[in-house]
């Protein structure tokens, strides 16, 4: 029969009046007490192996609900990777200047020995500018010492002797030391706590086009350079940097890439954001040395820099040209010039 019993309904042989088996009966013959099978931790939530998970998750997928929270997950998921991505890369491109000068000419994909500049000095101030010359950016002074009324009202001609006296030492022309020498005195004025000095104007304009005359160029006595100095495209060739053409070319001549231009070869961008008239005649002129050397000056200040620190004064240098052969050129320069005006 299905259930195992005789047809006169007694048990299967073997087998006790409750079912159990010979071997479970007590020692005294009496009839035993059924035993409770006990099944270890049956209390225990058991938790779904992952195909278990997976085969949930996706006939949840399926679902209508989870056919319209799924796609809302996933852009969850890619907006906070992005977030993440933007957090680590963004401050690291933020934090790259754009140099304001272009040396075209110079090989900038040359390192200094040793890699960085030394940072623990900055050059020495050079044979101070009179106080006594002191005027504000395009301001006319009334006179000189002596009595002597400025030719043509250009401030910085308040500078001739000193510039004429301290150029001979050093081997300047005196309407490049004129123009060094008034940037120094306006920055005193109208940022005293940048404390520049003309010794580091003069090093970048050596470096950068040899005080006006790279490419067979000469200052007239006006302060610009003849025939102007335009640098080499910036088109990525030569370990120059990239930058296409931001003026239409009113500055360089060039539409397809910009140049750098003028004794202190500023690009055009940084030269319509600082660009400064120094020598009082209305125009904002970067291949006059007045302009831009004052330009150069203000640029040189940015961001609160005291320029006697030296980690200030190599940051300033290295955010006009980012070139460490570069910087250190300049810190010599500076050095020889502040050292020679001296004796």
């Not at 796609?71 to 957090?87: M, N």
């Not at 123009?179 to 706590?193: D, H, P, Q």
């Not at 005359?213 to 025939?227: E, I, Y």
Request: aromatic share 6%; proline share 10%; with cysteine.
């Amino acid at each position: 029969m299905p259930d195992g019993s005789k047809p006169d309904g007694s048990k299967p042989v073997g087998s006790t009046p409750d079912g159990t088996s010979p071997d479970e009966s007590t020692p005294d013959g009496s009839t035993p007490v059924a035993r409770r099978r006990r099944v270890r931790f049956a209390h225990a939530v058991r938790l779904p192996g992952p195909r278990a998970a997976a085969r949930a998750t996706r006939d949840w997928s399926r679902r209508p609900s989870g056919r319209l929270a799924l796609p809302g997950v996933f852009l969850l998921a890619l907006v906070a990777v992005t977030a993440t991505a933007g957090a680590l890369l963004v401050p690291a491109t933020l934090g790259a200047p754009r140099p304001v000068a272009a040396d075209a000419s110079a090989d900038t994909t040359a390192e200094a020995p040793g890699g960085l500049p030394p940072a623990g000095t900055a050059p020495p101030f050079g044979d101070l500018p009179p106080p006594t010359a002191t005027h504000a950016p395009g301001a006319t002074p009334t006179g000189l010492p002596g009595g002597t009324a400025p030719v043509g009202g250009r401030p910085s001609d308040a500078l001739a002797g000193w510039a004429r006296e301290v150029g001979t030492k050093i081997g300047i022309d005196p309407v490049a030391m004129q123009a060094y020498g008034y940037a120094e005195l306006v920055l005193a004025e109208t940022n005293a706590s940048c404390t520049l000095s003309w010794t580091t104007l003069a090093a970048i304009g050596l470096v950068e086009s040899r005080h006006g005359q790279a490419n067979n160029a000469r200052l007239g006595a006006d302060g610009r350079a003849v025939p102007e100095i335009i640098g080499l495209p910036l088109d990525g060739q030569g370990g120059r940097m990239r930058i296409a053409d931001t003026d239409r070319g009113e500055m360089d001549g060039d539409t397809t890439y910009d140049r750098a231009v003028g004794p202190m070869q500023f690009i055009p961008t940084t030269w319509q954001e600082i660009g400064a008239d120094a020598d009082n005649d209305g125009r904002k002129d970067p291949h006059n040395i007045h302009d831009a050397a004052l330009a150069a000056g203000m640029y040189l200040c940015k961001g609160g820099r005291n320029l006697t620190i030296p980690g200030d004064w190599w940051n300033a240098i290295l955010s006009y040209n980012d070139v460490r052969r570069y910087a250190q050129e300049v810190f010599d320069a500076a050095n020889r010039y502040g050292q020679a005006s001296r004796t």
